[in-house]
């Protein structure tokens, strides 16, 4: 096994190593580019590698920092606006209550690239996750995650969803705002409010309908009588 890293930084570093039936074997040194060994029976091998007349070690030191780097940054430019692309991801809370215990969903969506770190906070303090996070991919290329966890009925005040991603300059959060029953009450009435006003709407348009149809009935009875 063997390549080479560069960093954000600049900087790079090269590996070189070898196993054998399943376990390390030999692996270079990248300061003094000599072998050493990993088991006791790999340092015959190290030696007859570091020996004046092979000198593996140097070969491989071309390698890395001749072709292996200049390829990597090569590779990058290639792939330059896909690795460096981000979309910032939309964040959706909502709740969902069964028999007595309410779960909160926090919903990520449209997300690039795909790691991601979304998490339950009560007033700053973590909330665990009782389902595991997976990440899904959209058929645009983005990402999406759901995390959920359960609140219970005596504990819903002070819950937010926290959103870390490499195209936000800084922590998203949204605040979950629990519906109380005041305001619950009021959307019921509300609604039964305009259902009853398009019944009475409906009701007068009935009415004058009706009320038209038996006058043109009475008109045509009337002039049937006269002639």
Avoid at 26 to 43: C, N
Avoid at 164 to 181: F, G, K, N, Y
Avoid at 190 to 196: C, D, T, Y
Wanted: net charge neutral; glycine share 8%.
């Amino acid at each position: 096994m063997y390549g080479c890293e560069l960093r954000d930084d600049g900087s790079t570093r090269g590996y070189w190593q070898y196993g054998y039936d399943g376990k390390d074997f030999v692996a270079l040194d990248t300061e003094r580019w000599v072998y050493y060994p990993l088991t006791d029976q790999a340092q015959v091998t190290a030696q007859r590698w570091n020996s004046p007349e092979l000198r593996v070690g140097e070969r491989n030191k071309n390698y890395l920092e001749t072709d292996c780097i200049p390829w990597i940054r090569k590779y990058l430019e290639y792939g330059k606006e896909e690795l460096e692309r981000r979309v910032r991801p939309e964040v959706k809370v909502s709740d969902q209550t069964v028999n007595g215990v309410t779960k909160l969903h926090c919903q990520v969506y449209g997300f690039y690239p795909r790691d991601v770190d979304v998490k339950w906070q009560k007033n700053g303090i973590d909330v665990p996750s009782y389902e595991a996070k997976h990440v899904f991919p959209n058929s645009d290329g983005t990402y999406q995650i759901r995390v959920t966890v359960e609140v219970p009925a005596e504990d819903r005040e002070g819950h937010s969803c926290h959103v870390d991603h490499a195209s936000l300059d800084q922590q998203l959060t949204v605040r979950w705002e629990p519906q109380s029953s005041s305001n619950t009450l009021w959307i019921v009435i509300g609604v039964l409010a305009g259902v009853i006003a398009i019944a009475a709407v409906g009701f007068i348009i009935w009415r004058k309908r009706s009320g038209k149809k038996k006058n043109y009935a009475q008109t045509n009875t009337s002039d049937k009588d006269g002639s």
